[in-house]
């Protein structure tokens, strides 16, 4: 294994002795699952929040950080969603291009269904990869990906993942300081992909499906990863659209990216500016992120 250890790990600094815990904790889990492991992460290593809670989230999204940097090696998901293996085009039901429109209402048993299965997840990655204008990439961190369905059939597919480290307007409209976000971020996870088929064009369908999975996403990673977040938010490249749907479904817009992109060192904006939409999941959100109401 690489021995390149980083300083910090999801904002806590990790020691030589740190990591040689936590692949102590790998070997010792049981069962062996990476749910499990990043309990006995938290506790092994004190990884709570100021309640004293164990920030299950932080630590999963740092120990897949650790496993694709070669450091640790952790046992496959249980999901089976390929996270960080690249996609393979291996074959699968492809969803009739029946086209559908009119309004939502017309529509029966709109729903989304999580991604558990093999078949379903090359099926989402399939989609996303030929359908979604930024195409396929494994989802960072902590993750929900679901299909979204009716009962005339598939209509698209959605999926959250981590964070974004650093985003000025986000970060200024919570009020936190480096230190809380670097504490707290696992709290916030982001809509990275929504995909409705081109051949769909219900009216207000959109909007529907994020009122969905802002009732459901909390639950759902509550119960994969043992952590509920906080907050949502997407970005929105304001070339391309507008972001109707989110503001429709009552996101609140907060400005736009500067154009440097997760991975900036040269301080230029060379990326497409995107616009910021968040959802909060509670009321007292800041709080949960550690801020003072």
């Known amino acids: 294994m690489s021995e390149q250890r ?86 699968v039901p492809w969803p009739p291009a029946i086209a559908l429109d009119g309004r939502v209402d017309a529509l029966s048993g709109v729903r989304l269904s999580v991604v ?43 999926g959250f993942g981590a964070a974004a480290w650093k985003v000025g307007v986000r970060d200024a409209w919570i009020g936190w300081d480096r230190l809380q976000r670097e504490a707290r971020l696992g709290a916030v996870v982001n809509n990275a992909r929504f995909l ?32 509920r977040p906080v907050l949502l938010e997407t970005f929105v490249e304001r070339a391309r659209y507008r972001g109707t749907c989110y503001a429709a479904a009552n996101w609140r817009y907060l400005g736009e990216t500067q154009g440097r992109g997760k991975c900036d060192v040269t301080h230029r904006a060379t990326l497409p500016r995107k616009g910021v939409f968040v959802y909060p999941l509670r009321a007292d959100f800041r709080r949960a992120l550690g801020v003072a109401a």
């Not at 740092?62 to 952790?74: D, K, V």
């Not at 979604?132 to 990439?137: A, R």
């Open 116 to 158: 558990r299965e093999k078949a379903a997840s090359r099926l989402w990655n399939g989609l996303v990869d030929r359908y979604h204008y930024l195409g396929y990439s494994p989802l960072p961190g902590a993750q929900m990906r679901y299909l979204i369905e009716s009962d005339q059939g598939l209509l698209g597919a959605l």
């Open 196 to 227: 409705l088929l081109p051949w769909i064009r219900v009216q207000h369908l959109a909007s529907k499906v994020l009122g969905l999975a802002a009732r459901r996403v909390g639950n759902d990673f509550a119960e994969r990863y043992g952590a």
């Open 6 to 91: 980083p300083e910090k790990l999801c904002g806590r600094a990790l020691s030589a002795t740190d990591l040689e815990v936590i692949r102590e904790e790998i070997r010792r889990a049981e069962p062996a699952n990476r749910a499990e492991i990043a309990r006995r992460v938290c506790r092994a290593l004190e990884w709570t929040n100021a309640l004293g809670d164990p920030k299950l989230m932080s630590a999963w999204v740092g120990l897949l950080r650790l496993h694709r940097a070669g450091l640790i090696a952790l046992p496959a998901p249980r999901w089976g969603n390929g996270n960080g293996r690249a996609l393979t085009h291996a074959a």
